[in-house]
């Protein structure tokens, strides 16, 4: 096959792998994060890495992209042994990384993000002196843009652009360096179900020009919808392979967590109760909300649907007091609350498990005990001093109750996994009896096994006659989880859905703005 | 066997949480060699005075730059603050302002508290409200103070009698322990009570930790922050009058430098720049440092020119070896 050229997806299958991983092992200090895996990438296919948070998929990427250094083992690309010592080396070599956080600096335009740390030089006295090529890199970008489907011009600021978008200029940039193997560490987390659309349009595209990509992600159905293989890790070592066009959901999700999940489960309760916990009256702000008017009755699961930017986290910082709303009344129990600030919602009975797990829910250079102790500060306090005794019990309870993994309580919240993250965050709101929950995108990056978790804990506060709110973009979680599900777009809800006949169809239909015709 | 192996674990374990303990044997192996130095004067009790003289002001400035470097911000006023307020304390109640009588110590003492603690305040309302960078404001406030401390006095001292009782405050002793290093350790543990056991303590560490996170957890960050900012300018306002104290006047050109000073002591007694972690007994051991390397240098006869040098090797020295100690964990 020639390089760059289009190949043909039977006879890749049978050719030798345009990158092999052989018997790599790195272990950190009490960690053996690798054993002796095995991982093969074809050019022109999607190979899928899978596997529970803490399986080593990260680390084999951090490996290849240079990141790390295996303490044994071989990688070769395109038969030939790499062994790239830093980032750099890596993309010269051919492979790119594209991580969650992107690697943009958001000040700058779209052209020198793409060209970053490799401008190309004017050539003659002036280049050697430093000075870069902008006509160049501008004509460049334009081609490397349209290659991946950009609408936007490369003269914008990153900052100025959306989350799919930055992502396209991540694409370029590996793309200018002439990849042949791209991986994408969870590409899609952060995007919309149309965004996601043009995303795989790309991955599509980039096939057919014969790249490798590795796609590493925790939505099964877009393993179906992209991959050709999918590789599984579990515990640091190899797990099993399987075509995707031969295999099923459950094979996957049993090879990942070691036993099949068990689909009963996820939920089955019938708490709900006609007692309105939450009752919240034409809530606006400004071009954000409009009119938003609900009801959430305890012991109830109400399920926030809608696309991204529909303005579900918008209702829930608005109720939180997170930001300022313009018009609206809220109340708890029969009673009008006055919410003007996080401290207040506290206050009134509300607890938020905001979206963004590291960046709001929790003070990472904390301990555990702290970030849980954090929102209960006034009940753990006798005249302002701290009951470090009291403190240490209550906390130490929930670290029971929620099974979270940690070696004690005093370890720094950034060591644990996505999973025990979220469980602390989950911890803290309960030690402080909220009457209402709210819950945005509660199980999004952790993996099967805590997400079973948590719905177990969602079941448990609902049987206490806790109202929970729940934002989610997994239709398949909405759908199983909740009680009821209103469904919104652009700021308003557009409808109401029981349990009963709530449908991927309806809600579908609903978030793209469109009515429902009578059920 | 067990009973043997529990406490010897439990103190090993403690020895491991305390921080401050690299900055402690830094202190006591300087002070060895300044003794070794010069062994005659090192350790009289004039001498020692003066060092502990050195570390109050110094310390007590650190104080109010660690809550404040906590929380994520800095404090560039400390030093002017330290000028205006001594100067402002010594023409209350020598001189009166603006043809006012002249008023006693005490009430003359609790207006400067209260000024000092508005000009934090002030830098808090910026900060907090208006979202202005903390390094922007408390730099106006430098060049504010410094040049009101001018305007006071028209660039000249106003000096004490000597049989002022004020003097005592900055220059008298109990028990040989000078007063002022006895305010310092009272404030000190106070402020370190607050950090380490209070809810406000928690908070502090919170918010610089990441504080959107504290205020998503019903932490009202402003107040926090208002609190370290308030507390930074009554430390401010308690040095100047100390100082002015010692010197026996309020003198506009005092101070110069010192928020430098303080920031070093809280940096080199291991303040994260970045915020959320710090303490009080490390930044009074790092300001101990800074006292004990000027007067040890002063008795070895080291130009003050090369001082500066020195103390800004051990600072440089000091931040990197810290921020390589953090990475290896």
Do not use: C, K
């Given at each position: 096959m020639i390089e760059n050229g289009v190949g043909n997806l039977d006879q890749n299958m049978n050719e030798v792998p345009m990158l092999t991983v052989k018997g790599v092992s790195k272990a950190f200090p009490g960690v053996q994060?690798?054993?002796k895996v095995n991982f093969e990438a074809f050019a022109g296919q999607v190979t899928a890495l899978l596997g529970e948070n803490g399986a080593g998929k990260s680390t084999l990427m951090k490996i290849l992209s240079g990141v790390y250094k295996a303490d044994e083992g071989d990688i070769s690309l395109n038969g030939v042994k790499i062994q790239p010592q830093n980032p750099h080396q890596a993309q010269d070599l051919g492979i790119s990384i594209i991580y969650q956080?992107?690697?943009?600096?958001?000040?700058?335009n779209v052209f020198t993000n793409i060209f970053l740390g490799r401008e190309p030089m004017i050539k003659g006295l002036l280049g050697k002196l430093g000075f870069v090529d902008s006509v160049h890199m501008r004509q460049y970008s334009n081609k490397l843009l349209s290659q991946v489907g950009a609408?936007?011009?490369?003269?914008?600021?990153?900052?100025?652009?959306?989350v799919a978008e930055q992502q396209m200029v991540e694409i370029a940039k590996a793309l200018s360096v002439k990849s042949k193997v791209i991986i994408m560490d969870e590409?899609?987390?952060?995007?919309g179900k149309e965004e996601v659309k043009v995303l795989f349009d790309i991955i599509q595209d980039l096939k057919s020009q014969g790249l490798a990509i590795i796609f590493i992600t925790h939505r099964l159905e877009e393993v179906f919808e992209i991959a050709d293989r999918a590789i599984v890790f579990r515990d640091g070592r190899w797990a099993g392979e399987v075509k995707v066009a031969e295999a099923t959901a459950e094979q996957i999700i049993g090879l990942m967590v070691g036993r099949a999940l068990d689909?009963?489960?996820v939920h089955e309760h019938?708490?709900?109760?006609?007692?309105?916990v939450l009752k919240v009256q034409n809530l606006n702000r400004k071009?954000?909300?409009?009119d938003i008017n609900f009801e959430l009755h305890r012991g109830e699961i109400l399920g926030l649907a809608g696309l991204?930017?529909?303005?579900r986290t918008e209702t829930a910082r608005a109720l939180f007091g997170a930001d300022r709303i313009d018009k609206g009344e809220i109340f708890i129990n029969g009673k009008q609350v006055e919410i003007v600030s996080p401290d207040s919602a506290v206050k009134a009975g509300l607890a938020l498990v905001p979206e963004g797990r590291q960046t709001q829910g929790?003070?990472?250079?904390?301990?555990v005990e702290r970030n849980i102790a954090l929102p209960n500060l006034d009940m753990l306090s006798h005249n302002a001093i701290v009951n470090q005794g009291k403190m240490r019990q209550v906390v130490q309870n929930y670290v029971t109750a929620l099974n979270i993994?940690?070696?004690?309580?005093?370890?720094?919240?950034?060591?644990?996994s996505g999973g025990n993250q979220q469980k602390v965050v989950l911890a803290k709101w309960l030690a402080s009896n909220p009457k209402v929950l709210i819950l945005d995108e509660?199980?999004?990056?952790?993996d099967v096994g805590a997400k079973a978790e948590v719905y177990e804990i969602m079941n448990e506060l609902v049987q206490q006659g806790i109202g929970v709110i729940m934002i989610s973009s997994e239709m398949p979680e909405i759908l199983a989880i909740s009680d009821r599900i209103l469904v919104m777009y652009e700021g308003r809800i557009m409808g109401e859905l029981t349990r009963a006949n709530a449908t991927q169809e309806r809600i579908m239909t609903l978030a793209s703005g469109k009515v429902l015709e009578a059920i | 066997m067990a009973e043997e192996i529990k406490p010897d674990r439990k103190v090993r374990r403690s020895l491991a949480q305390f921080r401050e303990l690299n900055v402690l044997l830094a202190f006591l192996l300087l002070f060895i060699f300044f003794y070794s130095q010069s062994p005659k004067v090192f350790l009289k009790p004039a001498n020692l005075a003066v060092i502990m003289r050195f570390i109050a002001t110094f310390g007590m400035l650190s104080i109010g730059e660690v809550l404040i470097i906590i929380t994520g911000g800095i404090d560039l006023s400390v030093g002017s603050l330290t000028a205006l307020t001594g100067v402002i304390v010594a023409t209350l109640m020598l001189k009166g302002f603006g043809g006012m009588p002249t008023i006693g110590m005490l009430p003359a003492i609790i207006i400067v508290l209260c000024i000092g603690t508005l000009f934090g305040l002030w830098h808090g309302f910026f900060v907090t409200k208006?979202?202005?960078?903390p390094f922007i404001i408390t730099l106006g406030t430098w060049l504010i103070a410094k040049g009101l401390a001018a305007l006071i006095t028209h660039g000249y001292p106003i000096v004490y009698p000597s049989?002022?009782?004020?003097?005592v405050l900055g220059q008298g002793s109990l028990f040989g322990i000078p007063i002022s290093f006895i305010i310092l350790v009272i404030f000190a543990s106070l402020v370190s009570i607050i950090l380490n056991r209070s809810r406000l303590g928690y908070r502090i560490y919170a918010v610089g930790g990441n504080a959107e996170a504290s205020r998503l957890s019903g932490v009202n960050v402003d107040r926090v922050k208002l609190f370290c900012y308030g507390t930074s300018g009554f430390m401010a306002a308690t040095t100047g009058i100390l100082l002015a104290s010692r010197l026996g006047q309020g003198t506009?050109?005092?101070?110069?430098?010192y928020e430098l000073w303080a920031i070093a002591g809280a940096v080199i007694g291991?303040?994260?720049?970045?915020?959320?972690e710090g303490t009080i007994l490390g930044a009074i051991l790092g300001a101990a440092i800074v006292g004990t390397m000027q007067n040890g240098m002063v008795l070895l006869n080291v130009s003050s020119y090369l001082q500066d040098v020195v103390l800004g090797t051990v600072l440089v020295v000091a931040v990197v070896y810290d921020t390589l100690r953090r990475r290896r964990k």
């Open positions: 994060a690798l054993d956080e992107f690697n943009l600096t958001p000040n700058q609408r936007f011009s490369n003269d914008r600021l990153v900052n100025n652009l959306s590409p899609t987390s952060a995007l689909r009963s489960q019938v708490m709900a109760t006609q007692d309105v071009g954000v909300l409009h991204v930017g529909a303005g929790l003070v990472l250079i904390q301990t993994r940690t070696p004690s309580l005093e370890q720094r919240v950034l060591n644990l509660p199980t999004r990056g952790i | 208006l979202r202005i960078p049989e002022s009782s004020f003097l506009p050109t005092v101070g110069s430098a291991g303040t994260s720049l970045l915020g959320g």
